[in-house]
């Protein structure tokens, strides 16, 4: 009789998974048990009581009905969408040219798995945000960098360029930008928007999940008489809702007909339609702590610039801020920071580092931490 032997431990790659995604991590923050979280550019702020309370009430009505699917084309919810983007962005949209699911990743995901695909390619301009690379390659579609200027702003000329010369079915433009926040202006979504139509008609998404917090206006009325033109947004943010995970886009009716076509069968539960609802309700106040975000975000700007940092313009609900450079760069002024109990994003851009807006007293902690972080450096 011989003996058992243990199995070896099986590694990803031991899978027969696709080529492409041999090698990847998977998108995350670093989730650590720290006094000052400000790392993944949540709102700091809860839900209002009444709110929670008008939660509970549609939940509850919503629960009645469990025993049955919920509305497969979430009408109710897409009507409360569109009024909320016709009055906060100055621009009409119906019912039929919003559609919504789980978090603008779900969004993104159903617009390359229609557009984009296998044989197919999609390009952004990075550092932007990773999960257009993840997504891409998650779907078969090639993923291609497109480039940036110094100042992180959209060098327009190489990407015209870019565009004529791949040719992609898919353009991501992300305004304001992750990690940079740094918008783009209409004239340079437009000048891209028609490139991407001279190569090949192309779809052209502006990712607009800050644009709450931008101190420009929404570049939503620009998908009147674009149908290849997209607007994506998310209830994460502005909303405090990160843990609805609620996004939707806004473009002609014929691209929401066209992202039906791959989405899941009542991909949105009747408690995520319902929670999106009560939250709707509540806009004028949820707003409110945008502005106070908006507040606190261009006084980390201010302080961070006195401090003696550097600091990108920031349109977000977050600043990036350097440069760090010598031995440990960016990773080692992280380290000290969270030594000092506040934990900020290293996104890996060389030699920045992203902090999220919090409260007036997060952001005092973190201006602290940043203060002594400079004097050490100093000396």
Request: hydrophobic fraction near 40%; charged fraction near 25%.
């Amino acid at each position: 009789m011989t003996g058992r032997t243990t199995p070896r431990p099986v590694a990803i790659d031991d899978l027969p998974i696709r080529d492409e995604l041999r090698g990847k991590s998977p998108y995350g923050a670093p989730q650590l048990d720290v006094p000052v979280q400000l790392n993944t550019n949540e709102n700091p702020y809860p839900l209002p009581e009444p709110l929670v309370e008008r939660i509970t009430e549609r939940v509850r009505e919503a629960a009645r009905g469990l025993n049955r699917y919920p509305d497969r084309d979430a009408v109710e919810l897409r009507t409360a969408l569109a009024a909320y983007l016709s009055r906060t962005a100055g621009h009409p949209v119906t019912t039929g040219q919003v559609w919504a699911a789980n978090g603008s990743n779900e969004v993104i995901q159903q617009l390359l798995q229609t557009f984009g695909g296998p044989g197919r390619s999609a390009i952004g301009f990075e550092p932007s945000y990773s999960m257009h690379a993840l997504i891409s390659r998650g779907t078969g579609t090639e993923w291609l960098s497109g480039p940036r200027n110094d100042d992180f702003t959209v060098d327009l000329a190489a990407a015209t360029r870019a565009i004529a010369e791949h040719r992609p079915e898919v353009v991501f433009i992300t305004s304001p930008n992750n990690p940079t926040g740094t918008a783009v202006d209409a004239e340079t979504v437009l000048a891209l928007y028609e490139a991407a139509q001279a190569a090949r008609p192309s779809l052209v998404v502006v990712d607009e999940a800050y644009v709450e917090f931008s101190h420009r206006p929404s570049l939503l009325p620009l998908i009147e008489g674009r149908p290849n033109l997209v607007v994506s947004r998310t209830m994460s943010k502005a909303f405090g809702a990160a843990g609805l995970r609620l996004g939707y886009l806004a473009a002609d009716p014929a691209v929401v007909d066209a992202v039906q076509l791959v989405r899941l069968p009542y991909h949105l539960s009747a408690v995520t339609q319902a929670t999106a609802l009560a939250a709707l309700e509540h806009t004028d106040t949820l707003l409110g702590y945008v502005e106070q975000l908006k507040a606190e975000r261009d006084r980390l700007v201010a302080e961070l610039r006195a401090i003696g940092y550097e600091v990108t313009d920031s349109d977000a609900n977050f600043v990036q801020f350097g440069r760090f450079d010598g031995a440990g760069g960016a990773h080692d002024a992280w380290r000290r920071i969270l030594d000092r109990g506040v934990l900020v994003r290293d996104n890996g851009v060389p030699g920045w580092l992203r902090v999220t807006a919090g409260t007036p007293a997060e952001n005092d902690a973190f201006l602290d931490a940043v203060r002594e972080l400079k004097k050490e450096q100093s000396t």
